[in-house]
């Protein structure tokens, strides 16, 4: 039996909605998938599309930090962020670690919907 791959989901405020809307379009097939988000991410996927998701810390406390170390630990193997690029972020460093860490480790990343698409388009044809 293969393992359940694991989705890190996490959105900026300002992308929150959008983020809310794409998983809960691709709602069955994400709980294929073990999820994990930010705090305020995870508990509004939750919430909203009635999803099972682990929560970690929220982003501005460390949250992008402890999914960055759980990538570093093999224990993400996709990132999806909807970054709000029109707003400034105190934790700016954060969320940079936090796409340095995806792409040192090779794990596919996506930072907006159409990309996002594409990720989840791959993992569906490959039938874990």
Known sequence: MRKRKRI???SHDGRKLAMLRWVNSRRDFLREFKLIGTSGTAKAISEVCDLEIES???GMGGGD???ASQILKGKI???IFFIDTM???GHEHDV???IR???TMDIPFALNNSTADLIIGSLDSKKQ
Do not use: E, F, K, R
Request: proline share 5%; no cysteine; hydrophobic share 50%.
């Open 8 to 10: 890190a989901l996490v």
């Open 56 to 58: 970690s810390s929220h």
């Open 65 to 67: 930090i402890i999914i």
């Open 77 to 79: 193997d996709v990132l």
């Open 87 to 89: 707003t400034p972020h």
């Open 96 to 98: 940079q670690s936090l």
């Open 101 to 103: 860490t995806a792409t």
